[in-house]
């Protein structure tokens, strides 16, 4: 949550803010996310205006999840940028009577802010969405799962299942001659 109050209802005032938080929970998808209670950067300006406080600048974190190739561990920073109004409850209720009914207008509480909303649906979208350990990661061998980036010449000897039976002739054979 942030204050408000010093701005008053002067459209133009403004203020900037620079702060460190705790994520919530659930920031991220199933792959990759910001951990909860890691340390999230705030750099925001608020800014009122006629409707309400505009809120801009950007929000820094750091991204922890799993290659989807290879499983390992990835970790990258999230810079996202952030910009959204926060309507006075009076603009809010007088645009629903009109039938302006917006589900997406985020309404002050008081003097203010709630920014929990608007961080994840500015950090949400700028995670990857198939996270790689590294751009060319080969992933895991099919067969054994086995790392193929630990052991690039990793191979299995593979016998074509229709040739199969000819092996074991094969071998019957031999044993003949050598009787």
């Known amino acids: 949550m942030l204050e408000t109050h010093e701005l008053g209802r002067r459209p133009g005032s403004m203020r900037t803010v620079q702060r460190t938080v705790a994520a919530p929970d659930d920031l991220?998808?199933?792959?990759?996310?910001?951990p909860p209670g890691n340390d999230l950067e705030l750099d925001v300006r608020l800014e009122?205006?006629?409707?309400?406080?505009?809120?801009?600048?950007s929000i820094r974190g750091e991204a922890v999840?799993?290659?989807?190739?290879?499983?390992?561990?990835?970790?990258?920073?999230?810079?996202?940028?952030l910009q959204?109004?926060?309507v006075y409850p009076e603009?809010?209720?007088?645009?629903?009577q009109s039938g302006d009914d917006d589900e997406d207008?985020?309404?002050?509480?008081?003097?203010?802010?709630?920014?929990?909303?608007?961080?994840?649906?500015?950090?949400?979208?700028v995670l990857p969405f198939r996270p790689?350990?590294?751009?060319?990661?080969?992933?895991?061998?099919s067969e054994c799962g086995e790392r193929l980036a630990d052991d690039p010449d990793h191979t299995h000897e593979?016998?074509?299942?229709?040739?199969?039976?000819?092996?074991s002739l094969a071998g019957t054979d031999d044993e003949k001659r050598e009787s």
Request: hydrophobic share 45%; net charge negative.
């Open 65 to 81: 999840g799993e290659c989807v190739r290879c499983l390992e561990r990835v970790v990258e920073d999230v810079d996202a940028p």
């Open 28 to 34: 991220g998808s199933g792959m990759i996310g910001i």
């Open 91 to 96: 603009r809010a209720e007088a645009a629903a």
């Open 132 to 141: 790689l350990c590294r751009p060319d990661c080969p992933g895991l061998c």
């Open 84 to 86: 959204e109004l926060y």
């Open 158 to 167: 593979t016998i074509d299942p229709r040739w199969a039976a000819l092996g």
């Open 105 to 125: 207008v985020r309404e002050l509480e008081g003097d203010l802010v709630d920014l929990e909303p608007a961080l994840r649906d500015a950090i949400v979208p």
């Open 48 to 57: 009122a205006v006629m409707e309400g406080v505009l809120v801009t600048g």
